[in-house]
């Protein structure tokens, strides 16, 4: 449905992306995830046409749209502040972009009702925008570009104004919206969370360039780079080297002389390496298991997270890890500050990346 292809912008002496390869199905919610400045937005405008790229082009259902402005693009965009006309109510900023295109008037009566039903604003028609709370205002906003019936919409950071628990039931209500109209979804954020929650697909962008383009367990479990498994959850970068391999094992000394065995089948075979360990998948007992990467460690500090713990571990070569237990009642998950425990890595759970 959307392909940017080799595109780059430049303002000035500034690249604020660099030649960006991204293609996009149809009734696919794609996220552009990263952190401040790092281009995505530059990406949704490139692709609703408020940008034209330096290099590069822009296609829309098969038709290259690099030259076409915006009000001739089949898109329509959901912006930060909403965007909504104060002085109209809700029915009338709803339908404000059927009027422009001249739509039958008994038409817009029909899809503005659609949309309200849509978004469960049925009873607000006559109230402005000012008497609206910020879910209710993005849901007007969000009635707004649907009503229309674009084959894409674009939403750029359309929750960030709202408090936390609000944030989290627009994300289920949008992600559910999304699945009903099957519109093809291009949403920009920078909260991990919420990309991994609402997106099919997440492409994490760094300083210009796209570091990795996956699903949510692909993003998260077999980060591509430091920057996608750092940016992504919390983890623990290690330095290691690739001492050799047996059968369908990579066998690796890490910091403070730990020695791993990793799953072969992963992009190094030799020489110094960086290995990502998520702290929940390291283990933690107070007796010895069985099993392969089983080290000793001593527990340092202890975090309470609510329904986690993090513990700060310290291996007996001197290496420090984070490792995350759940908080429940069972008796190998109280551990505390001072105690010696086994920890167990699993070979698919250390991860190889590539220096990005």
Known sequence: MVEVAKATKRFGSFVAVENVNIQIHAGEFMTFLGPSGCGKTTC????SGFERPTMGRVFLDGVDVTDTPPYLRDVNQVFQSYALFPHLDVYENIAFGLKMKKTAP???????????????LDGFERRKPAQLSGGQRQRVALARAIVCRPKVLLLDEPLSALDAKLRHQMQIE??????????????VTHDQEEALTMSDRIAVLNKGRVEQIGTSWEIYHRPATKFVASFIGDTNIVEAEILGG????????????????????????????????????????RSQPSGE??????IESEIFKGATDELIIRTE????LSALTANDTREESDLSAGERVFCRLHPDDIIILSPG
Do not use: Y
Not at 257 to 270: E, F, K, P, T, V
Not at 317 to 320: A, D, F
């Open 44 to 47: 949704l405008r490139l692709i």
């Open 106 to 120: 008994a038409e817009i009566r029909e899809r503005v009702g659609q949309a309200l039903e849509i978004t469960s």
């Open 174 to 187: 949008l992600k559910r919206l999304q699945k009903k109209l099957g519109i093809t979804f291009v949403f």
């Open 246 to 285: 047996e059968q369908d094992r990579l066998i690796c000394r890490a910091e403070g002389g730990l020695m791993l065995r990793i799953s072969g089948n992963q992009n190094a075979l030799s020489g110094k390496v960086l290995i990502s360990l998520r702290p929940e998948k390291i283990m933690l007992s």
């Open 293 to 298: 990467n089983v080290f000793p460690a001593v």
């Open 317 to 320: 070569g001197g290496l420090e």
